[in-house]
């Protein structure tokens, strides 16, 4: 950077009203912005510096910025939201399978956390339900086997839309000639 001739501090107002400071150096050829990750204090400090140099008879004045401590936290952020999407993408496949030839139902759950497998005789089945959830401004409908104990175990974990919950529950139905 040659011949600066003075350094000030330009403030940002963001649309919620959050302000940001940044130190500009002004030279004849252009004007160097410098990060503007630090607080007001620091960017004052760091004006003053400059100013004092540019005013003085020193030849040169060494300044380091960095944002490592910035850089650090926003990559931490970035990995926890990563993390947390990665669990929730993650949810489990169902197969449940209902065999006629040895009176069982299969209800097998794999996932990168695990693989579950339920299993119960024909002959304790009492009905078919479908489970309703309210979610926002529609709801949400899961199959649900229930046991002559009372005992529910969904067919799948997930909600999703009455149409094809009712087909599925109907094409159990249709199979096992319940």
Same mark, same amino acid.
């Not at 950077?1 to 959050?18: H, N, Q, R, V």
């Not at 607080?39 to 004052?44: A, D, G, P």
């Not at 979610?135 to 002559?148: D, E, G, M, P, Q």
């Given at each position: 950077?040659?011949? =600066?001739?003075?350094?000030?501090? #330009? ?21 160097? =912005?410098?990060?503007?990750? #630090? ?22 004045? *060494? ?10 936290? #926003? ?22 399978? *209902? ?12 996932? #990168? ?66």
């Amino acid at each position: 950077m040659f011949d =600066p001739s003075e350094a000030y501090i #330009l403030t940002k107002t963001g649309s919620k009203g959050s302000k940001s400071y940044q130190v500009i150096i002004v030279t004849p050829f252009q004007d160097f =912005p410098l990060l503007s990750h #630090l607080s007001y204090e620091q960017n004052q400090e760091f004006t003053l510096k400059t100013n004092d140099f540019i005013n003085s008879n020193k030849t040169s004045l *060494f300044v380091q910025q960095n944002q490592r401590n910035y850089l650090f936290f #926003l990559s931490l952020s970035i990995l926890i939201i990563m993390a947390i999407a990665a669990f929730f993408a993650t949810s489990p496949v169902t197969t449940c399978t *209902f065999y006629k030839s040895i009176d069982k139902v299969f209800i097998e759950r794999k996932s #990168l956390r695990g693989n579950q497998v339920i299993e119960h005789p024909l002959e304790n089945i009492l009905c078919f339900d479908i489970q309703e959830k309210q979610y926002k401004y529609s709801k949400l409908y899961r199959a649900v086997i229930v046991l002559k104990s009372f005992k529910e175990i969904p067919i799948n974990p997930q909600y999703t839309d009455e149409r094809s919950v009712r087909y599925a529950v109907s094409r159990i139905l249709l199979f096992l000639k319940l």
